[in-house]
T-cell receptor, first 112, second 113 residues
Framework: GESVGLHLPTLSVQEGDNSIINCAYSNSASDYFIWYKQESGKGPQFIIDIRSNMDKRQGQRVTVLLNKTVKHLSLQIAATQPGDSAVYFC???????????FGRGTSLIVHP | KAGVTQTPRYLIKTRGQQVTLSCSPISGHRSVSWYQQTPGQGLQFLFEYFSETQRNKGNFPGRFSGRQFSNSRSEMNVSTLELGDSALYLCAGGTEGATGELFFGEGSRLTVL
């Protein structure tokens, strides 16, 4: 979920488990959502996106769920691997805007 | 194809100095955005350039400025550095459309002493 202080929320899982990372977005007018992954020492990397006319989208080992009623987005990672350890950001865009607004991020730690 | 290149990767400055950071997006990406990333504030949008014009601007003071060249390369400048400017500065390139992913560089880590 979203952090309210200086420290990122952290999710610790065992290798092979499924991970669910949550994000509460702020703007009910947002119609496009993206998940990014940021590994240590690197810039954020696109994972998956979803438009507001969908409530679910699947990629390779990842699924994004969108609940517009409660303005909630989640990223599910199946069979989590140590290489999935990173900070995950959700981002939202309002239609016509070129600039996404990023959430605070969640740190995922995968234990072998 | 080559990724987004940011230079320098690391730099140390003292208060009052100024700094210029450079970003070369992926070939064909005409939009370049800049973000400041700090542990306390997350990813904060600075500005976005498209075809050498600043198209969007975030809520940063005038000490932060940028520009874009005809080859889409972009620079950002911070004048009169303050301790609070210490951060990772990320640039991201993208295509013209309002949707679609951003392609980030690895960032320039600025430390202000």
């Amino acid at each position: 979920g979203e952090s309210v202080g200086l420290h990122l929320p952290t999710l610790s899982v065992q290798e092979g488990d499924n991970s669910i990372i949550n994000c509460a977005y702020s703007n009910s007018a947002s119609d496009y959502f993206i998940w990014y992954k940021q590994e240590s020492g690197k810039g954020p990397q696109f994972i998956i996106d979803i438009r507001s006319n969908m409530d679910k989208r699947q990629g390779q080992r990842v699924t994004v769920l969108l609940n517009k009623t409660v303005k909630h987005l989640s990223l599910q990672i199946a069979a989590t691997q140590p290489g999935d350890s990173a900070v995950y950001f959700c981002a939202e865009k309002v239609g016509g805007s070129y600039i996404p607004t990023f959430g605070r991020g969640t740190s995922l730690i995968v234990h072998p | 194809k080559a990724g987004v290149t940011q230079t320098p990767r690391y730099l140390i400055k003292t208060r009052g100095q100024q700094v210029t950071l450079s970003c070369s997006p992926i070939s064909g990406h005409r939009s370049v955005s800049w973000y400041q990333q700090t542990p306390g504030q997350g990813l904060q949008f600075l500005f976005e350039y498209f075809s050498e014009t600043q198209r969007n601007k975030g809520n940063f003071p005038g000490r932060f400025s940028g520009r874009q060249f005809s080859n889409s390369r972009s620079e950002m400048n911070v004048s009169t550095l303050e301790l609070g400017d210490s951060a990772l500065y990320l640039c991201a390139g993208g295509t013209e459309g309002a949707t679609g992913e951003l392609f980030f560089g690895e960032g320039s880590r600025l430390t202000v002493l």
